[in-house]
Nanobody, 124 residues
């Protein structure tokens, strides 16, 4: 499975960005998807997770109410809409896929495949 993340960039605090993650497999609809981020000198941290159908999502407390994850299985793509961005949101953002399971997953070690990451920089 190949995952291609895009949509990062430089934005001012309070602004918005929409990240996309396109999967190469037609079985995308069977994957649980997650978003993680890693800031310089810090460990990779969980941001959001979404179930196979997109009916259920889960967010880290630090982004709850500001970020929204969705997916379009017809396009093999998962999205992360980021609003009210803060300088502390600056990081490389990664999408990840898990093939099997029956719940949302929040640990990086629980995911099977990773995208290459896209840089998000929020200026104050």
């Amino acid at each position: 499975v190949q995952l291609q993340a895009s949509g990062g960039g430089l934005v001012q605090a309070g602004g918005s960005l929409r990240l996309s993650c396109a999967a190469s497999e037609r079985t995308f609809s069977t994957y649980y998807m997650g978003w993680f981020r890693q800031a310089p000198g810090k460990e990779r941290e969980f941001v959001a997770a979404i179930t196979r159908t997109g009916s259920t999502t889960y967010y880290a407390d630090s982004v709850k109410g500001r970020f929204t994850s969705s997916r379009d299985n017809a396009k093999n793509t998962v999205y992360l809409q980021m609003n009210s961005l803060k300088p502390e949101d600056t990081a490389v953002y990664y999408c990840a896929a898990r093939v099997a399971g029956s719940r949302l997953f929040v640990k990086a070690s629980e995911y099977d495949y990773w995208g290459q990451g896209t840089q998000v920089t929020v200026s104050s």
